[in-house]
């Protein structure tokens, strides 16, 4: 609904409203939806539920930036996530304290407790959809139909399916693993509440608007259950096919940008890519001199550097946390108004903006580049270029007698004989995302005769 801004003339978009944001209402459940008081939260279910569900299980076994860890550990998917749902908990806790203080409603004040939880349930999952082998697996993905075998496909798909293709998205593709009635599964997919699900959506708006980075939100397959949850959440559509983020979206966001900048920067050190020196020198960057002060008689009493650098990564963890909370508030009523475009992030005073821009500078000059990484992301394009390959032309030729062998290997739950060319292509999509690193080597092992069960 848009109003008429008296100064300018031009219309106004009325803004979101929280009590309408916040909604434990279950997709696909909606007819058992009531607003009694349970002992825990729908929103705490939520988060019960991921913790023990396959998709997040099969994490642990999916590259973060690193290889997998031998003897020293870094980070995967799960740590990962684990990691961005404990600091997204913390700061939306931050943001509701000042929340509540700022309005008078005290309904609206007491449902401001639940931030925590909907966005510690969407920091879980927001990375469930991504592929085996780092980010360099959606490239590999969409340019299998951009530019490699897939490419004679072309006339088969409409153009925003071929968009969904040749731009696949982790993000996206989490979206469709939480709502997606995959055969033999309930109406509603994983049945999580209407708040969490727009959570995750950083790209709220289809693969026709993904422009030159090719981040999108949902597939044409999801698009009219994404719009389902903006109609019940009150979040406007700003033009067809493009929507105003949740106001907890810039949350989550916040906490992914600060733990994949900042552990990316440990973990190089523990693999002695960066030196001590140089990691202490990027952190302390986040601290006015009068508080490095005691930050060094803090560290002189720690000899060993993994501690120190902990030490030191904590406190800018907090800083940033801090600071991030401050920076949604002062640009709240722009968010309500979907009309913020900027990151929690960007937003930071210019010491920690400056400090942050010279982790990430350092991250791509000598971290994203380092040998160890080009050759994971190198594996990973061969093995997961050739599996796309083989099961792409099993579910385009399916009477073959190969392609009918191929499809006992594939979960039941993925539709292979899907009554359409792009559901059957996203059976093959959904399969190959899900994989772990290990099973899609192992599979690739096995597809080319270079393994064999043991007897």
Known sequence: MESSNLTTGK???????????????????????????????????????LIFSSPFRRLQNKTQVFPLPGS??????????????????????????????????????????????IVAAACLCHDLGNPPFGHSGEKTIGTFFSEGPGLELRSRFSDREWADLVNFEGNANSFRLLTHQFKGRRSGGMAMTYSTLASIVKYPYTSAHAGSKGKFGFFVSEEDIYRRVAAQLGIPELEPGR??????????????????????????????????????????????????????????????????????????????????????MEHEPEILQGTFGGSLVGS????????????????????????????????????ISFLMNTLVDAVMHPSRNYSRLLFNVMPQQYDVNASDDYGRIQSVLDHVSGMTDVYALDLYRKLNGHSLPAV
């Open 348 to 383: 930071l005073p210019e010491l920690l903006r400056n400090a942050y821009s010279r982790c990430s500078d350092t991250a791509w000059t000598r971290i994203y580049c380092a040998p160890m990484v080009v050759d994971i992301e190198l594996a990973g394009n061969r093995i």
């Open 72 to 117: 020293i550990f870094v980070h995967n998917r799960l740590t990962h996530s684990l990691e961005v749902s404990s600091v997204g908990r913390s700061l939306a806790h931050e943001i509701a304290i000042r929340l509540r203080e700022k309005y008078d409603d005290p309904v609206l004040r007491a449902r401001f407790d639940d931030l925590r939880d």
């Open 243 to 328: 929507f105003a983020r949740h106001p907890l979206v810039y949350i989550l966001e916040a906490a992914d940008d600060i733990c994949y900048q900042i552990m990316d920067i440990e973990d190089a050190h523990k693999l002695r890519i960066l030196s001590t020196s140089e990691v202490i020198d990027l952190f302390m960057g986040f601290f006015a001199p009068e508080r490095r002060v005691r930050i060094e008689e803090v560290m002189n009493g720690l000899s060993d550097p993994n501690e120190r650098i902990a030490y030191l990564r904590s406190g800018v963890v907090g800083a940033l946390v801090e600071n991030c909370a401050d920076a949604f």
């Open 11 to 49: 219309p106004r978009r009325e803004a979101m409203d929280w009590n309408r944001l916040i909604c434990d209402k279950r997709l696909g459940m909606e007819e058992y939806h009531d607003d009694r008081h349970h002992t825990r939260s729908d929103f705490q279910r939520d988060y019960d539920r």
